[in-house]
Every structure is written in structure tokens, then in C-alpha cells.
């Protein structure tokens, strides 16, 4: 595979999570936290953390959209993946959805292709190459 090829690869992959993500943001910047801090108070832990969405489903999304410190963002969003299943997709882990797939493989998705992007970095279509 050309050098071009893996970039425009890296492309691709940025731009798809990124709009993904951020459309969920967009979501919370509409609706608010607040179920997601009820959620985090009941297991236990402090209820401001819920306003880290904005930088896991804004911030980082806008960072591999733009190839800015495309690594950040792309950790940035797989802790946010971490949370979001462990809070609210914890009880679907080890189900199988009604259409036969895993119940959580779109959030697996999105963890593991931010996990790629941070090891990959941006490729050359991006602000900066980090």
C-alpha cells in the first residue's frame, strides 16, 4: 500500500469517527448531562465528570476531523467509549442484539478504531501530524 493510500485511510477513519462522535455531542449539548451525572452519582462517583462528555464527544471529535493532535483526540474519545460502557452499556456486554449482532459492536467500534487512530496518528491529510 502507497504512502497516499494509508493516509487517505487515515482520512477516512478520522472523519467517520469524528462525525459519529460528535453528532452524539451535538446530542448532549441539546439535552444536557444530567442523566449522565444521575448515572455516575448512583454508581458512586461525582456527578461533574458527566460534563467530560463535552470534551470526549465535542472536543475530540473536532480534533480528528481537523487532524489536530489527532492522537489526543482519538485517546480523548476512547476513555469517553470506556465510560459510556461501563455506564450505560454495561448491562448489554455479553448480549446479542434482535438482529443477531453484539449488543454493544457499535460502541466497540468506536473504541477500538480510536484505539487504532491513536497508535496510526492522522496521516498527512490533517493540521499537524501528531
Known sequence: M??????????LLRLTLGFC???HGIAKIQGGV??????????GLPG???YGVYVGEVLAPMMLILGFYSRLGAVLVAINM???LGIAHRPDMLKISQYGG???ELQAMYLIT?????????????INDR
Open 2 to 11: 502507497t504512502r497516499t493510500n494509508a493516509d487517505l485511510g487515515r482520512l
Open 21 to 23: 462522535v460528535l453528532f
Open 34 to 43: 444530567e442523566g449522565i451525572a444521575h448515572d455516575l452519582i448512583a454508581l
Open 48 to 50: 461533574f465528570i458527566a
Open 82 to 84: 470506556v465510560f459510556a
Open 102 to 104: 453484539w449488543a454493544i
Open 114 to 126: 480510536a484505539i487504532a487512530l491513536s497508535l496510526m496518528g492522522p496521516g498527512r491529510f490533517g
